[in-house]
């Protein structure tokens, strides 16, 4: 008879797991560069558009301005109205398409050197270093105990982020109430309440995420960073460390032949990490969180020149150009696929088409509202009247002078006013009657037109349909 053995256990000590990475700040060394150049132009050429163009003035008045208050959009020599809203969906409808066309073509360009957030964060950051120092001396900073220097530096850092932002959320509110009339309401503190709360909205969210959150907006926050791993395909081209040459890695004098010594070209320095934005080591593969700054090439471009190296260990490549080791003519063949063909094919005959619309525009609207409080009645002559409301709009800045008139049954009259002057971005409502004589037409609804034309701009014309009702 067999003894039963012992049962033996193990105590196994549970350990919580966080299904959130903890957050790490990361220090961001300035680089210097070709790219880096490029995205100081991009960051230049965006902030002079954003906070110079309220300033500009057009036929004595703001060059771009969203007036709420009268419902009209000036966009230098164009006024939209709420019926224009057709071209609101075109342009987001392009930029779609050129979103869909730049990742397409070199992945997330607008993240890297066009979006706000990178632009910002850009700009905070440069003003950081001017102040605390770059990243030796910015960790140096933070992990040395509350001083009076570190107090000051801290405080005068944040004054000047806390300045630039109220100026962003200022100038965004710009944009929909006139500059000089924002002005003067800063000037005798009256600015409206909803002009205080974006003014502080947005610029609060310019503090806190340029401030403080940076990276994990684009890490977490932003929907295109999840998205854009469907809009990529081996021919796109984004920043690649080139495994091949660089593999293995280590540190190496100068002068040294790495081939010689069984090494790669990368020397394992980690200035890469160091200029990341996102903190990401692009010498893991492609990942989500790049936003395709180049900075990592910029500073890995410097190192490959002091240790004597030939440039581009990282750099714009394709997955099959790393590969299949294509030169740069035959990478960019591929980059040229029917893909960007068709973005680009569907992209031009928009914007084609857009501005033919605009360019063709009539500048004048018409609305036809028959009273329905009085439907139809026998006029003093005998003859059959209706009454409509004609809401006439000039949609640009030139007065002009319109005709009315009315058509579509035999003997139709129009009575009231038939000459109609409109101020330029105005609109006017007349009230008219048309009589028809009672054997003409059916009873019931009748297909009428009102024609209203400017005088001496033929083009300038419009025929809009309405019904006549006879008992």
Request: glycine share 8%; charged share 20%; with cysteine.
């Amino acid at each position: 008879m067999s003894t039963p053995q012992k049962e033996t256990s193990t105590t196994v000590q549970e350990q919580p797991v966080s299904l959130y990475e903890k957050h790490k700040v990361i220090y961001v060394r300035e680089v210097k560069g070709w790219w880096a150049n490029w995205r100081w132009a991009l960051v230049f050429l965006t902030q002079l558009v954003f906070y110079g163009t309220p300033w500009l003035q057009w036929n004595d008045r703001q060059a771009v301005l969203f007036h709420l208050v009268e419902r009209k959009f000036y966009l230098f020599g164009l006024v939209l109205w709420p019926q224009d809203v057709f071209y609101l969906a075109v342009l987001l409808i392009i930029s779609a398409y050129a979103l869909f066309l730049f990742t397409a073509v070199a992945g997330r360009l607008f993240c890297g050197y066009a979006c706000p957030q990178t632009v910002y964060t850009e700009i905070f950051m440069w003003i950081e270093n001017r102040i605390e120092g770059d990243r030796p001396a910015r960790l140096k900073l933070d992990r040395a105990p509350w001083t009076g220097r570190k107090i000051a530096l801290k405080t005068v850092k944040h004054a000047a982020w806390i300045l630039l932002s109220l100026w962003t959320g200022f100038t965004l509110v710009g944009y929909f109430t006139p500059m000089p009339e924002l002005l003067q309401e800063v000037a005798s503190f009256s600015m409206g309440g909803w002009e205080i709360f974006w003014t502080l909205f947005y610029g609060g969210f310019c503090y806190m995420q340029a401030g403080f959150l940076r990276e994990q907006v684009c890490k977490y926050m932003c929907p295109y960073a999840r998205f854009q791993g469907v809009m990529f395909d081996p021919d796109t081209l984004v920043i690649s460390y080139d495994e091949a040459r660089g593999e293995p890695r280590s540190a190496r004098k100068k002068g040294v032949d790495p081939k010689l010594a069984g090494q790669g070209d990368c020397i394992d320095c980690g200035l890469c990490v160091q200029v990341c934005p996102t903190g990401i080591d692009i010498r893991d593969g492609l990942q989500y969180e790049c936003i395709g700054c180049a900075a990592c090439i910029d500073v890995c471009d410097q190192v490959m020149d002091k240790v004597g190296s030939p440039r581009g260990l990282i750099r714009y490549s394709t997955e099959n150009a790393l590969a299949m080791n294509y030169g740069r003519r035959e990478m960019i063949r591929h980059v040229l696929r029917p893909r960007v063909i068709l973005y680009s094919a569907g992209l031009l005959a928009i914007v084609l088409a857009f501005a033919w619309s605009l360019a063709t525009r009539v500048p004048l609207k018409v609305n036809v509202l028959r009273d329905r409080t009085t439907l139809a009645r026998e006029a003093d002559d005998g003859r059959i009247e209706n009454i409509y409301n004609l809401k006439i709009m000039n949609t640009d800045e030139t007065p002009r002078r319109f005709a009315l008139s009315v058509s579509g049954l035999d003997g139709i009259d129009l009575m009231g006013e038939r000459i109609v002057e409109v101020a330029g971005a105005h609109n006017k409502e007349v009230t008219v009657a048309v009589r028809v004589p009672q054997e003409v037409g059916k009873k019931g609804a009748n297909v009428i037109y009102f024609d209203v034309k400017a005088l001496n701009h033929e083009a300038v014309a419009v025929q809009e349909k309405a019904t006549f009702l006879m008992p």
